[in-house]
């Protein structure tokens, strides 16, 4: 594959690109420990807690954490704990975490895959792998009005049916509907209610809205510019788009089948309610799963067949560069590819009439077992740090930690200050680790300056 | 690669060659069902039973099942069930199912290299890729004279052993003797006794012979016959030899640290023993786990520290075509060069001077993947097939079947009889499934017809 010499072919006035280009993979991870620390210091301040007085510091950090890298996983209750003022500051930091990604993410892939030399469609004329600043700069207005445009319906839809059928008065239905957009959109999980949206799992007004904010978020600008622009043709798309896409559809339709069938009688979750409203609920919680955060069934109360499926579906995860966390869609459907095309004897894996460069099924390889290391590793630390954490419970926890999912058994408020570095490391990771070593290990490629005699292995 | 067309270097007498070489995929689990079935059937007879009544069938399958896997699981006692006419039984069928997986997976192995075309150094002049009937059968015979001698010279130790410090009688001894060594070489984990050989931890002049009758057994022959033949130069050694050797020694040094570290203070395992014995019992316990399926330490006394270890260790399993299950000691090392030189940026994973085929990851990929995917899906089966199971409980068992381990913490009895099928399967997929997947794969290339145009999608 030819790399081309980075600066090569920018044009004078590209800074930021050159700037980017220089260290793409460190701006990301950098940016975020930023926001992190400041929003751990703003959200010690005292006028943000319900108390007036200074959070203390690994409750401050873990909030902060949770919300820059839009987990939603909570150590106090948010409604309860912190203030309007303390409110907004997450806000912030979730909008801000969100943003940082969809952009960061995006910059990235687009970058990577011009230093490539790949074929690349975020940009009209980055089919000839050349752009300029303004080419950047129109990709990111519209990366941040596609996220405001989608807050600005939910919140508007939200917020008339907290007045309409729940009798806020405006303002108060104004603030919590968008509180939750925000949320929704940028797949930050933090809620203004004690019980999450299960209060709401029968209210298709409130949670449709939020479901489909947060799968639009979820799956990522790459995917989504690509997928909208030419939708008309999707056997054109590129195999990351395809990948993304169908396998965000056979995931959302495997999970719905999956959770209908084990909750239907469960009386803790869809047992009580009608079969429109099972079909609500599973959806809802079906959308929110592999990113989103909310949830709209009990979660404690899940059947055990639930358990397995729903840590599945957070450790896949969502989009490249979106706000989802997780190996990512794509890197899970590319290496079922790779297997399927090993088990059929193919000495390519095809996608749809294009071929996987080996490069990327290294790639996926390298992101999905690495990622495995990681919660294993985090799941054995958690169980010794405590002594009476299921091991169940505890992958539960790590999965949806590193996962940047938020769900959550109630675990993380009893945790010990060691189990809870635990998390906010794993939040942190989830959220830009699996993003930088991708895109370390595309642009950190050697050159062979020899090559050692071949030899196969017959392994297994 | 270039792939001969079957028999055409083939001499004439080459009948069993020529045989294996239209099926070879398919006769070592032919072979395995058909001794199961066997083995079943004979297990039901009432001499076999202490009780002389017809053994139940799922009972004598699974025990049949456990023998010819050489996994060791039990649902019935086996010294207070079975009458030394079944003990013979077991031992036969162990013998026969080690023989089995020794020959067999050596001869695939060697099949599947000639019909590659690749270098193999486990006859002399198969360097030339061209071996014939005589040569097979010196292969064969080697085998099974390695057996016979390694089961005599444990046999013997363990005899005299038994004679002089436990005062058994000179034919009990030579039996009990006999009974293990065939166990341990074969790593079958049969016990003669109820707590297996925890009664012996302290006994290095019982449980040293079979820690390395174990270990020799879970090399594999490719393996074994190249590092002793050319142990003054590992240099020149293949991968797979270099990978399984430097693994085993690797893996057994780690485990033996974190064993001593975990368990030194326990007093259920290592704590009530002095310094040497702490060694000796966890050295062994270290030697058994990775197939042996013996046990110097109570499994349900040990630190919740110890368990992902031993379920780690379990998964990885031992030497290609050995008695060993699990994905195999080169498998997993050859993902771990893969990742490494992934994250280096190295375009080829080369393990020492050597540079492993791109063919060998996918095949070391979708065996591990799929192994997971297979462990995880019994896992989610036991825990919906048994109300009150643990997760952790039915990982430990589901891979310990898988890999054909037989290490238990008592589950497999209480089962339903649904839940101990889904153990007899793991049994026989782990024990045959491997092999015949990663020798399918090999051989089931196809040649490139035509090829779709290449993307690189980033992935994470
Ligand atoms: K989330
Ligand atoms: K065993």
């Known amino acids: 594959m030819p790399v081309s010499a980075p600066g090569a072919v920018l044009r004078h006035e590209d800074w930021l690109v050159r700037r980017l280009l220089r260290h793409p993979v460190r701006i990301v991870p950098l940016g975020f420990l930023v926001a992190i620390l400041l929003g751990t210091g703003l ?15 690994l409750t401050a950090l873990f909030t902060a954490t949770s919300a820059v890298s839009v987990t939603g ?42 230093q490539l030399g790949l074929r690349n469609r975020l940009l009209v004329q ?63 999980g933090f809620s203004l209610y004690r019980d999450n949206l299960t209060g709401f799992a029968h209210d298709g007004w409130v949670t449709l809205p939020l479901a489909f904010g947060s799968i639009i978020g979820g799956l990522g600008f790459p995917a989504l510019f690509e997928a909208t622009r030419s939708w008309r043709r999707p056997g054109r798309w590129t195999i990351g788009t395809k990948l993304t896409v169908w396998g965000s559809l056979v995931l959302l339709a495997v999970a719905f089948a999956v959770l209908l069938a084990a909750e239907w009688s469960n009386p803790r979750t869809l047992g009580s309610l009608g079969w429109e409203g099972k079909a609500l609920a599973a959806f ?18 899940l059947d055990e067949a639930s358990y397995p499926l729903l840590i599945a579906l957070m450790f896949i995860g969502g989009g490249s560069a979106s ?25 390519d894996v095809t996608v749809g009439r294009r071929r996987a460069a080996t490069a990327s099924q290294r790639q996926a390889l390298t992101v ?3 990622s495995v290391a990681l919660v294993v590793a985090g799941t054995v630390a ?56 991708g895109s370390a290990i595309a642009l950190n490629t050697r050159r062979r300056l020899y090559r050692y005699p071949e030899e196969q292995p017959i392994v297994g």
């Open 73 to 114: 996983m909570v150590v106090v209750d948010t409604p309860d704990y912190w203030t309007p003022v303390g409110l907004v500051m997450i806000t912030v930091l979730t909008q801000v975490g969100g943003l940082g990604i969809l952009t960061g993410g995006t910059l990235v892939i687009l970058l990577v895959a011009r």
């Open 323 to 347: 706000t989802a966390g997780g190996i990512k869609v794509a890197t899970f459907f590319l290496l079922a590819f790779a297997i399927w095309a090993e088990v059929r004897g193919e000495p």
């Open 368 to 370: 999905a077992l690495l």
């Open 382 to 437: 958690l169980i010794l740090l405590t002594e009476r954490l299921s091991y169940d419970r505890a992958l539960f926890e790590v999965t949806s930690a590193f996962s940047t999912t938020g769900l959550s058994t109630g675990v993380a408020p009893t945790l010990p200050p060691a189990g809870q570095l635990i998390l906010i490391a794993l939040m942190y990771i989830g959220r830009v680790g699996t993003l930088t070593l």
């Open 126 to 188: 980055a089919e000839t792998a050349e752009f300029g600043i303004g080419d950047v700069r129109r990709l990111l207005l519209r990366i941040g009005l596609t996220m405001l445009v989608c807050e600005a319906v939910m919140t508007t839809v939200l917020a008339l049916r907290f007045v309409l059928a729940y009798d806020y008065s405006p303002g108060r239905a104004l603030w919590y509907g968008f509180f939750h957009a925000v949320q929704a959109f940028n797949n930050g």
């Open 284 to 301: 809802t919680q079906d959308a929110f799963v592999r990113t989103g955060g909310f949830n709209t069934l009990d979660i404690t109360g």
């Open 43 to 57: 959200l010690m301040l005292p006028p943000a807690t319900e108390e007036h007085r200074i959070t203390p510091f």
